[in-house]
């Protein structure tokens, strides 16, 4: 079976650091930071009383209210990203075989916002009986994001939802990239989107010990490879990646930012929440990305790492990079855009793939922010080049975007500077 290529061909984005795509990339590779103070609830009495938060954002600009009340925040980011993306592509869909469009979207939790608030609201009115939403379920399942996008666009191919923790979001582009190129779609809507700035969300990672509590310094707070760091920092937003087939995007003209030349997705079997301390998992699932892309460890020239800021996961990524790409893994460039945007859980993958697709647009390289001299943790290699503080120039051919979850799952995308 001869596969077929398949390329970006639009960006959409709502992050912590930017309503829009141009926003978002000038934020990262300029290190601003998104974090803050939580303003969703009263943090009084939480461990971790910041978070990185979409700012000034206005769901009506894209959504109709009779729609925005029936879905939950997550959905509203996620529809938001998309309407960009699909604007950016200049796909017109009166023009395309609609048949042949789909929508794949990845959320690690869903709803998570509206089911807290129903049932606070259940508990509160106990004495005139059980009475909720009936648009409880539409808010609280995580596949509406990938249904109202479908719904609004008339796109009938492919159309569901992935979910493998803070790996979801890649899963549905690779997904995405599986569907086009052995031709049961031509066009694919992916992406992730995660709201779960509340507190159960804040609450329960607290209880695991996985979230900064760097409350005097909320936007030092996420420091990947750093000696010092303490717990990621939570983000929410989402970002949509038009995947489209190669010789469908030409017919029309349209513009390509970058090609998806391989992928990889491997499993840990470790434990619930760590990771293997070898970075194993990590290791297969980057080598399987470019073994299917035919390529060689050299040809590599950035990795947008997963990169969370936490003790373990830090520390077994930068092993699996130094034991894959040996001598190598000092000529490369790597960094962690959630220094910036925070952490998105199920959106994660999706929105630094789409800023791994914009270093190879644009060969400049994104920081890894707050990082200080003295600061260095003694079981990493910082011969590696970690991006710190500053964004790069340099030519980028070739990079991964790696993306790992609770439970194990492991993600791995190669995207490639389109030459044709």
């Known amino acids: 079976m001869k596969f077929r290529r398949v390329v970006v061909t639009g960006l959409g984005a709502v992050s912590p650091i930017g309503n829009n795509v141009p926003d978002t990339w000038n934020n990262a590779v300029n290190g601003v930071s998104g974090a803050g103070p939580i303003t969703h609830f009263d943090t009084y009495l939480f461990k971790t009383q910041f978070a990185c938060e979409v700012k000034d954002f206005d769901p009506l600009k894209?959504?109709?209210?009779?729609?925005?009340?029936?879905?939950d925040i997550d959905t509203h980011y996620g529809f938001a990203s998309a309407v960009e993306a699909i604007s950016d592509s200049g796909l017109d869909f009166e023009k395309v075989d609609c048949n042949r469009v789909g929508v794949i979207y990845g959320e690690g939790i869903g709803g998570l916002t509206?089911?807290?608030?129903?049932?606070?609201?259940?508990?509160?009115?106990?004495?005139n009986g059980p009475r909720f939403s009936p648009f409880l379920l539409t808010k609280m399942i995580s596949d509406m994001t990938a249904g109202m996008i479908s719904i609004r666009y008339g796109l009938k191919g492919p159309n569901y939802v992935t979910t493998s923790a803070c790996a979801s979001s890649s899963n549905a582009i690779i997904d995405a990239y599986d569907q086009i190129r052995i031709g049961r779609a031509d066009v694919i809507v992916a992406g992730g989107a995660e709201a779960a700035i509340c507190p159960t969300g804040v609450g329960s990672f607290n209880a695991m010990h996985a979230l900064s509590v760097r409350?005097?310094?909320?936007?030092?707070?996420?420091?990947?490879?750093?000696?010092?760091?303490?717990?990621?920092?939570?983000?929410?937003?989402?970002?949509?990646l038009i995947l489209e087939e190669y010789e469908h995007a030409v017919a029309r003209g349209a513009k390509i930012?970058?090609?998806?030349?391989?992928?990889?997705?491997?499993?840990?079997?470790?434990?619930?929440?760590?990771?293997?301390?070898?970075?194993?998992?990590?290791?297969?699932?980057?080598?399987?990305?470019?073994?299917?892309?035919?390529?060689?460890?050299?040809?590599?020239?950035?990795?947008?790492?997963?990169?969370?800021?936490?003790?373990?996961?830090?520390?077994?990524?930068?092993?699996?990079?130094?034991?894959?790409?040996?001598?190598?893994?000092?000529?490369?460039?790597?960094?962690?855009?959630?220094?910036v945007t925070g952490h998105l859980l199920g959106a994660a993958g999706a929105i630094?793939?789409?800023?791994?697709?914009?270093?190879?647009?644009?060969?400049?390289?994104?920081?890894?922010?707050?990082?200080?001299?003295?600061?260095?943790?003694?079981?990493?290699?910082?011969?590696?080049?970690?991006?710190f503080n500053k964004a790069q120039e340099r030519k980028v051919k070739v990079a991964l975007s790696n993306t790992f979850g609770f439970g194990g799952h492991n993600a791995s995308i190669a995207f490639k500077k389109i030459e044709d």
């Not at 894209?62 to 879905?71: A, G, I, P, T, Y």
């Not at 509206?114 to 004495?127: I, S, V, W």
């Not at 409350?215 to 990947?224: E, F, K, M, V």
């Not at 590599?300 to 130094?322: F, L, P, Q, R």
């Open 352 to 387: 630094e793939a789409l800023l791994t697709v914009l270093t190879v647009k644009n060969d400049v390289v994104p920081p890894t922010i707050n990082h200080a001299d003295g600061d260095e943790d003694p079981e990493i290699d910082y011969r590696m080049n970690f991006t």
């Open 62 to 71: 894209c959504m109709d209210k009779r729609d925005l009340r029936k879905v």
């Open 215 to 240: 409350n005097d310094d909320p936007q030092g707070a996420s420091r990947p490879f750093s000696k010092s760091r303490d717990g990621f920092v939570m983000a929410e937003g989402a970002a949509t």
């Open 114 to 127: 509206a089911l807290e608030d129903e049932m606070r609201a259940y508990a509160q009115n106990l004495e």
């Open 257 to 339: 930012y970058a090609e998806i030349v391989g992928t990889g997705l491997t499993a840990d079997a470790y434990h619930i929440t760590a990771p293997h301390p070898d970075g194993e998992g990590a290791y297969r699932v980057m080598k399987a990305a470019l073994d299917e892309a035919g390529l060689q460890t050299t040809d590599v020239d950035y990795i947008n790492v997963h990169g969370t800021s936490t003790y373990a996961g830090d520390i077994a990524e930068a092993k699996a990079i130094k034991n894959l790409f040996g001598e190598h893994a000092y000529n490369l460039n790597i960094s962690s855009t959630k220094s």
